[in-house]
């Protein structure tokens, strides 16, 4: 495996060789952003690695507060939890909604940490057909005695393809059965998809639908999503932002919260800088938009793919392994960082090219990819 | 719940009000310790927070190979995993292990993450008295037939009061069964306890029986244990040291090595360097030895405790809630911060008082909390 040397940004060094980089998932490229490395250095500065002791214990720490004010305020919602690794988030929405599901029905492409959330709330765990809202309600109605109330669970984008499941359809067919509730993990997505960044949900039109609410809202299933600060913005842990007394349930329920350490104060800072960067700078998000449709745009003409999604990458499986690894190689020759995963969750067995775009890669770094991959195709 | 605003240290900022500070986990004071704050801001510098890509991806970075370096030093082991949060550490463990145990056997004041990890393995799990090797074995006996091979796991230190398993009786009583396997989570012990501060199973004398091994290491159970870097180790995220094979294995195997992100750069770099410290200063293990127990010997006189083990915490139940609740009170008055948790894994209905000792707190400071208590009790 290659080893990165800078932060990961349009241009990154890996094994000591500057690349032009359209990987990761810094899609904001904000990990090397000034003023989130200067908000982490000096959050060390003054608080040290981190209070060492859970945030019921003296474990509160200001950083910490304003990732979740920060949050709440990106997401529109009255409050946030924040918490060590957004891997858990899954697990602490699961576990959180304990008593209020029968089963759970998980996308059978779902991240290793959808299944282990799943597991971890000992309730029988179904799969259904890939993003396909026909077969989820089949597997219901299978698995499902009437008035039986189903968790579904999946993610908001999916990692190895940047595919999203149809959340529009999946509240339609879900409507018919009383108290279902739907819960994604939207860490591809936080930073990318909708107006403010908000992610899947917003982007499929049902965020004022209400998420993370304590309360039933109505029609159709109850909203539930987590996010990363890791991915898009740049800094470090998982969120997942909701109305106050949910967030509070949250935090009185989590073993997250109680039992285990909060992020380190360097990450936490840097989280909290990122959210007020794209919140105060409209063109970050435009800039990610711009330069997907831009990319898609070029890869869709070279038939490697059509996906024309704002996702802010794409898993193409271009010919068999043998040829997306010769395809890899020549783009490495020639100054290109792309990934080849020769096995992901949701990927087959030949693998897939995997292109991110980042939202300060210039006009030019774009065309340079393009070009590039014409000349290989 | 009280703010900190600075280092967890011997002296700690709350809400505005710097305190003697005899709480939480960064037992070597290493938190805000000058070059583990440095190594953490460098890092940051050169490396913004980090990958933001898997390990199997290009996420590999070289502060990343430095902590798991500089752990199998420390440890006496060829390799080491380094990852997110320590709190998945017993759940990496319990899930390489897959195929090689029947049931789970799991202390009945296990901390949560122990109990998570039992439950993914999606084998039975059933509860033994705590600490109680006797009754570790019925329940062995009563629940898994002969030539079952039981999975133990419990803490290494345990979180509310500070005691630990009798390691050697549980390794002598676990012989009678083939193929055993004993798992600890070391959060609280890893850079506290054993010569080298390899933890439970180096102060118990059973460490060169073999650690983290990927081959069967003879009679008696076959010994894994999880660790920290964010208490004692001043950093963050989880650590697990063992033989090359071993290591390889989990990240074979691990859903944290290729399907999250690694843990930032700055946690990692701080980590790095606390391990340096501490195998390169052993005033630092040394002064956390001479604390502990002046502490401890302190308390047995004034007859709150019987506790007289290195661990560098104790939680003792004085009176009922009410009286521990008051002389917490008093102690905060007195500028001295201890924790009173009313509840906690391990801790009873009335809860404790948790006393933490730091490595780099004086004679004096101590002598000001022995002296403090003993008007107070």
Redesign the interface.
């Known amino acids: 495996?290659?080893?990165?040397?800078?932060?990961?940004?349009p241009y990154t060094v890996?094994d000591g060789k500057r690349y032009l980089y359209f990987?990761?998932?810094?899609y904001l490229g904000l990990?090397?952003?000034p003023e989130?490395?200067r908000a982490?250095?000096e959050a060390?500065?003054?608080?040290?690695?981190?209070?060492?002791?859970s945030?019921?214990?003296?474990?509160?720490?200001?950083p910490l507060?304003e990732v979740e004010k920060n949050a709440a305020e990106l997401f529109g919602c009255e409050d946030a939890f924040y918490f060590?690794?957004?891997?858990?988030g899954n697990?602490i929405l699961a576990l959180a909604l304990d008593g209020q599901f029968d089963a759970v029905f998980t996308d059978e492409r779902s991240?290793?940490?959808v299944v282990?959330a799943a597991?971890?709330t000992?309730k029988p765990v179904h799969e259904f057909a890939h993003a396909d809202p026909d077969d989820l309600v089949r597997q219901i109605k299978t698995h499902l005695a009437s008035g039986g109330r189903p968790l579904v669970m999946s993610d908001g984008v999916f990692p190895g393809r940047g595919d999203y499941p149809p959340i529009q359809d999946y509240c339609r067919v879900l409507a018919e059965f009383p108290g279902v509730l739907l819960s994604i993990d939207d860490a591809h997505s936080v930073g990318v998809l909708g107006d403010h960044g908000r992610g899947t949900y917003e982007h499929t039109g049902v965020y004022d639908r209400g998420v993370n609410r304590m309360a039933d809202g109505g029609d159709g299933p109850r909203l539930f999503f987590c996010g990363?600060m890791?991915?898009a913005f740049?800094?470090?842990g998982g969120i997942i932002p909701g109305d106050a007394a949910f967030i509070k349930h949250l935090k009185d329920t989590s073993?997250?919260f109680?039992?285990?350490?909060p992020?380190?104060a360097?990450?936490a800072a840097?989280s909290a800088r990122a959210l007020r960067l794209v919140m105060d700078d409209p063109s970050i998000l435009a800039g990610s938009r711009r330069n997907v449709a831009a990319v898609k745009a070029g890869l869709r003409e070279l038939g490697l793919t059509d996906n024309d999604s704002p996702v802010a990458f794409v898993g193409a499986t271009i010919g068999d392994a043998d040829h997306m690894k010769r395809m890899h190689a020549a783009l490495l020759e020639r100054g290109i960082?792309v990934?080849y995963?020769a096995t992901?969750?949701g990927l087959g067995a030949e693998g897939a090219i995997r292109i991110a775009v980042l939202a300060n890669h210039t006009d030019e770094m774009i065309t340079q990819l393009l070009d590039t991959l014409r000349s290989l195709v």
Chains 1, 2 share one sequence.
Do not use: D
């Open positions: 495996m290659p080893i990165m040397q800078s932060p990961p940004g890996l990987s990761g998932t810094g990990q090397g952003h989130v490395i982490a250095c060390t500065q003054k608080y040290g690695m981190g209070s060492a002791t945030r019921v214990g003296a474990g509160e720490m200001p507060i060590p690794s957004a891997y858990s697990t991240h290793y940490s282990e597991r971890l000992q990363t890791s991915k740049g800094g470090y073993t997250y109680r039992g285990s350490n992020p380190p360097p990450a840097a960082y990934t995963r992901y969750s």
